[in-house]
């Protein structure tokens, strides 16, 4: 299983300059691609139903190119679920601390060429 940083979720009870409002999450995100270290900015509403481990503790980020396989055996926090279009995420804790795995679905243009059937 191959792992490939992300992100840095930081946690903050403070509206940072550049949050977006994910409403159905009831979060608050700064886009982790305005800065080149994948700094985000998380800020949670009242009634989020996100784990308290990960409202209170930072938690990285991993690309993993099959999100059930890098599941399997981990102690899972956060179900698979889609926060916006594209991307599949979870989450899990290792070491005491909140993982986050992304795997984002291929593009038509990503794909591999097929090969042609042998005759």
């Keep these: ?6 992100h840095i979720g930081i946690p903050t009870e403070k509206k ?13 995100a700064t886009d982790h691609e ?3 270290f994948g700094i985000q900015w998380m800020k949670y509403e009242r009634g989020c139903r996100v784990p308290e481990l990960v409202r209170k503790v930072p938690h990285v980020a991993f690309e993993v190119e099959d999100l059930r396989e890098a599941l399997r055996g981990k102690k899972v926090i ?15 804790e290792e ?3 909140p993982i986050e795995f992304l795997q984002f679905k ?3 243009w990503d794909a591999k060429p097929r090969r042609k059937a042998a005759r």
């Design 1 to 6: 299983m191959k792992y490939k940083y992300h």
């Design 16 to 28: 940072v300059e550049g949050m977006v409002h994910i409403k159905h999450l009831k979060i608050y």
């Design 34 to 36: 305005s800065n080149p």
């Design 78 to 92: 956060i179900e698979p679920n889609s926060p916006s279009q594209g991307v599949v995420v979870a989450f899990i």
């Design 95 to 97: 070491a005491g601390a």
């Design 106 to 108: 291929k593009r038509s």
